[in-house]
C-alpha cells in the first residue's frame, strides 16, 4: 500500500498561483505514475495531470494545458502541481495518487481544497 500526503491548498484570487505537493511513502518501488485529479462542488472527479515515473512524460487536461505543470522529485517520491493565472473554475478539492498496475490508480491522498475567488 502507498500512503499519499497532499499540502500546498488554500485560497487565492484569480490570476494568481498555487503549488501543491504530494508526497508518498510505503510501497512505493513498483510505483509506474503519480496524477492529480480534481472534483469541483457538486461534480464527478476528474483527471487534471499525471506524470509517469520512469520516463517522465507527461498528461494534462485540456482545461489546465497551459497553466499547470506537473513534476517530480524521484528520491523523495514526490510530485508537485504548478498552478498558474488560476480561474474560478478551477476550485476544487485536488486529490493526489498513484498508479502501481498500468492502467489502475490504486491509492489516492485525503484531498486538498483550492478555492479561487473571482
Known amino acids: 500500500q502507498v500512503q499519499l500526503t497532499e499540502s500546498g491548498g488554500g485560497l487565492v484570487q484569480a490570476g494568481g498561483s498555487l503549488r501543491l505537493s504530494c508526497a508518498a511513502s510505503?510501497?512505493?518501488?513498483?510505483?509506474?505514475?503519480m496524477g492529480w485529479f480534481r472534483q469541483p462542488p457538486g461534480k464527478e472527479r476528474e483527471f487534471v495531470a499525471a506524470?509517469?515515473?520512469?520516463?517522465?512524460?507527461?498528461y494534462y487536461a485540456d482545461s489546465v494545458q497551459g497553466r499547470f505543470t506537473i513534476s517530480r522529485h524521484n528520491v523523495m517520491d514526490t510530485t508537485y502541481l504548478q498552478m498558474n493565472n488560476l480561474k474560478p473554475e478551477d476550485t476544487a478539492v485536488y486529490f493526489c495518487?498513484?498508479?502501481?498496475?498500468?492502467?489502475?490508480?490504486?491509492?489516492w491522498g485525503q484531498g486538498t481544497q483550492v478555492t479561487v475567488s473571482s
Open positions: 510505503g510501497s512505493t518501488r513498483r510505483m509506474q505514475a
Open positions: 506524470i509517469r515515473w520512469g520516463p517522465g512524460s507527461t
Open positions: 495518487a498513484v498508479q502501481r498496475v498500468a492502467g489502475t490508480w490504486d491509492s
